[in-house]
């Protein structure tokens, strides 16, 4: 059935879209990932966009501008009288591959519950505005983005008669912040909510991310962490004379030649190469294949495997293997690592820009929220070279946001959603020891209607993704153990 574009129609078709559930926090990969256009959407079937009328800004009465929200609905698990179950869209567009995949469809089938998605506005197709100005970008934070969430519920429950329903709101990472808070601020729309891989807490600087890199690189081999900073301390020295930077331009199979005027050039570049490890740790051993990504056969194994190759020379050459690799995994023809080009794209505020995706906009919320910002401040980690100046100043150089400016948004945030002084009930935290991101979120009960699961040996939103033969046994305890408090909660 065709469905309207203005109104709130559950449209009963054969097939639905479901969005990316669980992105980087960053909006943007770290290391070479973010070159590649991993993300596969087309899975043989054609799915149905569905388009909610959304305000502009839910906190002016006096702006009466509307837009257009894509959402998608499941209702091939629904029973009469069951729960909502409602999917929090996060920092990038949408990926179908979740509408036949993912651990919350398991949930859904068991219960009888009907499959609600929201994108998150400035992300995928939900375009409030025109372009990405900083001007327009504005209208986009997490306080809009639960506001849109809670508008969606009421409007839905009242026009489809779910408002006697108990909807339950699940995300991850960034999504699974919004679904605790949506839970805490919209307590009589949302009934409980499954937060995974929240970062609860926003900080400026979160250099704890790459402490948490450093001991995930130790638990697979105490040398590989070691030789990264070797490698990584030899690069940074290597970067302070000019006569390297032809061969480093080779090593590394440059697009350009390696230009270093500004200190912003060189954290540019030892972030870029840091990044590979970092993205890898983060998602190490997640069962993504299905969202059509590339290179979920690179895991921490792998990367510790080049680093203690000493066949392959010192510490820094094994550093340009993993780098090759990388660029081989991505097929990557050359690496670019301007940081002009960088600045170039990142202000480029058209809907076609090549930071579109997410990028601009993710990093506009941390400008303008959270902070996060993985530097190598602490000195418990491998890697040097990208300082917090080097994050904040790009929210100047990006949006014209000066560091006091983030340093009060992020208190503020914190000042808004409480940071880890939770008041709520039924919210339910699940964590990875490998995520770096847990070094956030909440990895001990809070209460006994607050409770954390703290999942060993398993990297961020690992108890979202579809069950696997390869599954540690404290996976498969934690996806159980999620299952058994939303049937509690439901039949309470």
Not at 7 to 30: A, H, I, N, Q
Not at 116 to 143: A, C, I, W
Not at 169 to 190: D, Q, T, V
Request: with cysteine; aromatic share 12%.
């Amino acid at each position: 059935m065709a469905c309207q574009r203005h109104g709130v129609p559950v449209c009963k078709t054969t097939s639905f879209v479901l969005f990316t559930l669980c992105l980087l926090v960053e909006g943007r990969y770290k290391g070479f990932r973010k070159f590649s256009q991993e993300q596969d959407t087309r899975h043989g079937v054609v799915f149905q966009d569905q388009w909610f009328t959304q305000k502009l800004d839910h906190f002016n009465g006096a702006e009466s501008r509307v837009w257009q929200q894509r959402y998608f609905v499941n209702d091939a698990f629904y029973k009469p009288g069951g729960p909502v179950f409602l999917m929090i869209g996060g920092e990038g567009p949408a990926n179908p591959a979740w509408m036949m995949n993912g651990t919350w469809l398991t949930y859904a089938a068991k219960l009888g519950a009907l499959c609600l998605m929201l994108e998150h506005r400035f992300y995928g197709k939900s375009q409030p505005t025109v372009d990405l100005s900083t001007d327009n970008l504005r209208f986009l934070s997490s306080r809009q983005a639960l506001a849109d969430l809670a508008h969606f519920c009421t409007v839905l429950a009242e026009s489809q008669g779910l408002s006697n329903r108990k909807w339950v709101a699940f995300g991850g990472s960034y999504p699974g912040s919004l679904a605790a808070w949506l839970r805490m601020k919209y307590p009589h729309l949302i009934y409980a909510a499954v937060a995974t891989s929240a970062p609860i807490h926003a900080t400026v600087n979160f250099p704890e991310y790459l402490e948490v890199v450093e001991r995930s690189l130790a638990s697979e081999n105490p040398e590989c962490p070691l030789l990264v900073k070797k490698a990584s301390d030899t690069l940074l020295e290597l970067l302070k004379d000019p006569k390297t930077y032809d061969n480093i331009t080779k090593d590394f199979n440059l697009c350009s030649p390696l230009q270093i005027q500004t200190e912003m050039d060189s954290a540019y570049f030892l972030e870029m190469l840091a990044g590979n490890f970092m993205d890898v740790v983060q998602y190490n051993k997640d069962n993504r294949a299905f969202e059509g990504v590339t290179g979920t056969n690179i895991t921490i194994e792998v990367l510790c495997g080049v680093m203690g190759d000493a066949t392959l020379g010192e510490p820094y050459a094994r550093y340009v293997a993993v780098a090759h690799l990388m660029m081989k995994t991505f097929s990557m023809k050359c690496l670019d690592a301007s940081f002009n080009n960088n600045l170039r794209d990142m202000t480029n505020t058209s809907w076609d820009g090549p930071a579109a995706g997410g990028g601009r906009q993710w990093v506009y919320q941390t400008c303008s929220e959270f902070g996060f910002y993985q530097s190598t401040d602490s000195p418990n980690q491998p890697f040097a070279g990208f300082p917090l100046v080097f994050h904040v100043k790009q929210c100047a150089d990006y949006y014209n946001i000066s560091a006091e400016e983030v340093l009060e948004a992020v208190a503020q945030t914190n000042e808004y959603y409480g940071s880890y002084d939770i008041h709520s009930s039924r919210i339910v935290f699940p964590n990875g020891s490998i995520d770096p991101w847990h070094a956030l979120g909440i990895t001990q009960d809070i209460s006994p209607d607050l409770p954390a699961v703290f999942i060993k040996g398993t990297a961020h939103c690992a108890n979202m993704y579809p069950a696997s033969s390869q599954d540690q046994a404290e996976l498969v305890r934690a996806r159980d153990h999620v299952s058994l408090l939303l049937q509690r909660w439901l039949n309470q």
